[in-house]
């Protein structure tokens, strides 16, 4: 296959198939690779695009979030991750990532307010948790908790009601954060803490996960600072699985509700957002500098079966910009919280520094991800392991909707329906039991 580019409007790239040459229109995007649009190749050659893992497919056009892997670079509708996750809050970059702007003042006080209305679940889903066992993990509550958020939100399903999807939108991000905190107050036996609407969004999380009725909590502002900026850097990551899932969910025009709980389920896999629970037990089981080397030979093993979790990513070759900010931030809460030589982040700061001079890692272009400095944050911060996919799940869930309503207003947009390489038995006859070899 060849890609001519003239410059003209309509650059074509060619492919021969058994004979016949067929072109097929490149598209360009702001930034970044050109896409080959092989949607007639079926119908020309009768050959489908196979592409397992999509590495070299471009499944839609999103003007959302732009990643330049070799360049370690994350932009949020053109604004670069280090100045949002340094100067802006979460609900300032939510409206950014639903709007495609930075709110002025007005807007922003109009949708802080909105959000913060709309913390409180309905109270009949309370009940909902006591059904669960206590040892659940929180996201399984969380995927069964928000799926049924369209069992009582009817009025927010019609996805081909623009102000419906908008109230969806609000409701599934400022509703995350109560359902996070209550599937956590569960687990460890506590009675739920309501949300507080005088907090902001990152404050209000954390009274609602470590408040108890008996006791006055204050919030402190270091922590919740801290908090906010890993729910920026949480925020969209383009087209990654949990994101495609929920894009691929709603294709079928299924509500926001059902889609979002769709990506929590993939979100929760280890190679994803599992990955930082993963990270830190990983950490935990090295446990001390002088055992690093025996893990990094084991991953370097194929045979083993381990990977050093927290590193390497499909996209970033190169360090992921979130995985610098992440680390300040992990350095800003261990101080804010007087914990000196904590023995975890010196593992993880050696294991990084061995791994980024180890041939196999530079090779292969594997750095930390946002993943490898988060776990130790959160801990520190007071969550369990397994909240911590938990809280990936609340930061991401205006990336999922975004994502998703930008779906569903593209005219482009159809039902998501892959196809496939058949490799089974050819058709043959049934044979009854009883004549059976
Ligand atoms: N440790 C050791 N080797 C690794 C690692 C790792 N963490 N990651 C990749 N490799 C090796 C692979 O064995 C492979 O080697 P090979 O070319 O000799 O076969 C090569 O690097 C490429 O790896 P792939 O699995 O093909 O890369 P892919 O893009 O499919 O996977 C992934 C990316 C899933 C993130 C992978 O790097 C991984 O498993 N990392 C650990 C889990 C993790 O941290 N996930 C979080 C991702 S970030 C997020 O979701 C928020």
């Known amino acids: 296959m060849s890609s001519d580019k003239p410059s003209t409007a309509s650059p074509m790239a060619n492919l021969s198939v058994g004979g016949k040459t067929i072109d097929m229109p490149v598209r360009s995007g702001t930034v970044g690779p050109d896409v080959i649009d092989v949607g007639?190749?079926?119908?020309?050659?009768?050959?489908?695009?196979?592409?397992?893992?999509?590495?070299?497919?471009?499944?839609?056009s999103s003007k959302i979030t732009y990643i330049d892997g070799d360049a370690g670079m994350l932009l949020h509708r053109g604004y670069p991750i280090d100045q949002l996750a340094e100067q802006s809050n979460f609900l300032e970059v939510c409206f950014l990532l639903l709007n495609g702007e930075l709110p002025n003042e007005p807007e922003y006080e109009e949708f802080q307010l909105a959000i913060t209305r709309h913390t409180m679940l309905h109270e009949q889903m309370t009940r909902f948790y006591t059904g669960f066992?206590?040892?659940?993990?929180?996201?399984?509550?969380?995927?069964?908790?928000?799926?049924?958020?369209?069992?009582?939100?009817?009025?927010?399903?019609?996805?081909?009601?623009?102000?419906?999807?908008?109230?969806?939108?609000?409701?599934?991000?400022a509703k995350m954060p109560t359902i996070a905190a209550m599937a956590y107050k569960y687990s460890v036996g506590q009675p739920f803490i309501y949300p507080r609407n005088d907090l902001d969004f990152s404050a209000n999380f954390l009274q609602m996960c470590f408040a108890v009725p008996c006791a006055p909590y204050t919030v402190d502002p270091v922590i919740a600072r801290a908090l906010d900026r890993i729910f920026i850097l949480h925020a969209d990551h383009e087209q990654n699985a949990s994101t495609s899932t929920v894009r691929l969910a709603g294709s079928s025009g299924a509500n926001p509700f059902a889609c979002i709980a769709a990506g929590i389920a993939c979100l929760w896999g280890p190679a994803h957002g599992g990955a930082n629970e993963a990270a830190l037990n990983m950490l935990s089981e090295i446990g001390t500098v002088d055992r690093i080397p025996e893990y990094i030979k084991k991953a370097k093993d194929k045979t083993s079966g381990f990977r050093l979790m927290g590193f390497g990513h499909r996209v970033y070759k190169n360090y992921d910009p979130r995985a610098k900010v992440m680390q300040k931030t992990c350095h800003e809460v261990l101080d804010a919280l007087g914990i000196r030589n904590e023995p975890l982040l010196q593992?993880?700061?050696?294991?990084?520094?061995?791994?980024l001079e180890d041939d196999y890692f530079v090779e292969k272009k594997l750095y930390p991800n946002i993943d490898f400095y988060s776990g130790i944050t959160l801990r520190a911060i007071g969550f369990p392991v397994e909240m911590f996919t938990v809280l990936f799940a609340v930061a991401r869930t205006v990336g999922w909707v975004a994502q998703w309503k930008e779906m569903i207003e593209d005219p482009e947009q159809r039902i998501g329906r892959p196809r496939q390489l058949y490799i089974g038995a050819p058709v043959r006859d049934y044979v009854p039991r009883g004549q059976r070899g």
């Open 40 to 60: 007639r190749l079926y119908k020309e050659t009768g050959c489908f695009n196979y592409d397992p893992g999509f590495t070299s497919t471009a499944n839609c």
């Open 133 to 173: 066992r206590r040892d659940a993990h929180p996201m399984a509550v969380m995927c069964g908790v928000v799926g049924a958020l369209s069992a009582f939100y009817h009025d927010s399903t019609d996805i081909n009601d623009p102000e419906q999807r908008t109230i969806a939108a609000r409701r599934l991000i």
């Open 347 to 355: 593992v993880a700061m050696e294991l990084e520094r061995i791994a």
